[in-house]
């Protein structure tokens, strides 16, 4: 399980006295239980779809910021959040190509049938259950989209 791998990781930066990856598995671990008090509420533990789905958010925040911190002339912040990203990333499974993703983006439209962009949402459905935290979504989802009006 990933929370297992960055608990891991977490007490093996402690002993080395990494003090960003600390810093950034605690706050790994910290959204995790948030989001796992939250999902008491509606009874579905988190799987680890769910926790990938958790750490591409974190990272999405931390590419905003480093643009941010860029025009705001920061380097020092921009350093510091690449290097988080950089930890965070560690978790997340290998990324797809543009290539995969169009296969697998045409694989989901030949499964479902999908001929228009009322289908859009099946298509997006199959492909997050098969490619979670593979691929990004904003993107796959303008792709689906161009394929299924043209």
Do not use: C, H, W
Request: hydrophobic fraction near 40%; charged fraction near 30%.
């Amino acid at each position: 399980m990933i929370r297992d791998d960055i608990n891991k990781a977490l007490t093996e930066a402690m002993k080395a006295k990494a003090e960003r990856t600390v810093s950034t598995l605690r706050m790994v671990n910290s959204t995790l239980k948030n989001a796992d008090i939250e999902a008491r509420t509606t009874g579905k533990p988190l799987g680890d779809a769910e926790v990938l789905g958790i750490l591409q958010k974190m990272i999405k925040q931390r590419q905003e910021s480093v643009e941010m911190y860029k025009k705001g002339n920061r380097a020092d912040l921009v350093k510091q959040e690449e290097e988080e990203i950089a930890v965070i990333s560690a978790y997340l499974p290998k990324q797809m190509s543009d290539a995969e993703v169009t296969a697998a983006i045409d694989a989901a439209i030949k499964e479902t049938g999908a001929v228009g962009m009322k289908d859009m949402g099946k298509v997006i459905g199959i492909l997050r259950g098969k490619y979670a935290g593979q691929m990004d979504f904003g993107k796959a989802s303008g792709m689906v989209k161009a394929k299924l009006n043209g």
